[in-house]
Antibody, heavy 125, light 109 residues
């Protein structure tokens, strides 16, 4: 079964740091790009950061550039999001998602076909 | 980044049909994907690409697209379909890989 499981969320003071992890299982991790999506309380979905299958290409939404770092460890099948200089507006549920759905004959890359249950990050004093 | 606009809320009588729309310039160029999110749960893809429904998703969910507008139709809505629905596509502006719609709350009466 294809699964993603986030961990590392919690309560942190403004200016603090957290590292989120996303453990992947049930698929060939190295073959897929991965993404972090967040959802502030009562709000919609926002793509935060993405990383390519090779790890060589990364993307960050403007509001987290210079503060967040996405990475992946293929030996551990794990995705990370290092979050520094946290602000109140970073408070959200953070989801990791797998990019792309492949069958034996065709791949469709532009869909987030598997999501983790999410981990809550609260930035407050 | 580009924007995808959805109606904030729609309601449908049990067993009736509801259409959820998504508008944006990126839809002229890229396929749209639709995600269902129930309270306290992660999003789940219910329709994606040109004409793809993941296994386990009922066939009452269907999608279509024309020009800058895409639609998700629920034919014969059930109580369990009450949820938030988000569209998403590639972003046609520079260096933004994907964009999400603003979301539609579907209430089944």
């Amino acid at each position: 079964e294809v699964q993603l499981l986030e961990s590392g969320g919690g309560l942190v003071q403004p200016g603090g740091s957290l590292r989120l992890s996303c453990a992947a299982s049930g698929f060939t991790f190295v073959n897929y790009g991965m993404t972090w999506v967040r959802q502030a309380p009562g709000k919609g979905l926002e793509l935060v950061s993405s990383i390519s299958d090779s790890g060589k290409s990364v993307y960050y939404v403007d509001s987290v550039k210079g503060r967040f770092t996405i990475s992946r460890d293929t030996s551990k099948n794990t995705l990370y999001l290092q979050m520094n200089s946290l602000r109140a507006e970073d408070t959200a549920v953070y989801y990791c998602a797998k990019e792309g759905n492949c069958t034996p004959t065709v791949c469709y890359w532009d869909v987030f076909d598997v999501w983790g249950p999410g981990t809550m990050v609260t930035v407050s004093s | 980044s580009s924007e995808l606009t959805q109606d904030p809320a729609v309601s449908v009588a049990l067993g009736h049909t509801v259409r959820i729309t998504c508008q944006g310039d990126s839809l002229r160029r890229y396929y749209v994907n639709w995600y269902q999110q129930k309270p306290g749960q992660a999003p789940v893809v219910v329709f994606y690409g040109e004409n793809n429904r993941p296994s386990g998703i009922p066939d009452r969910f269907s999608g279509s697209s024309s020009g800058n507008t895409a639609s998700l139709t629920i034919t014969g809505a059930q109580a369990e379909d009450e949820a938030d629905y988000y569209c998403s596509s590639r972003d046609s502006s520079t260096n933004h890989p994907y964009v999400f719609g603003t979301g539609t709350k579907v209430t089944v009466l």
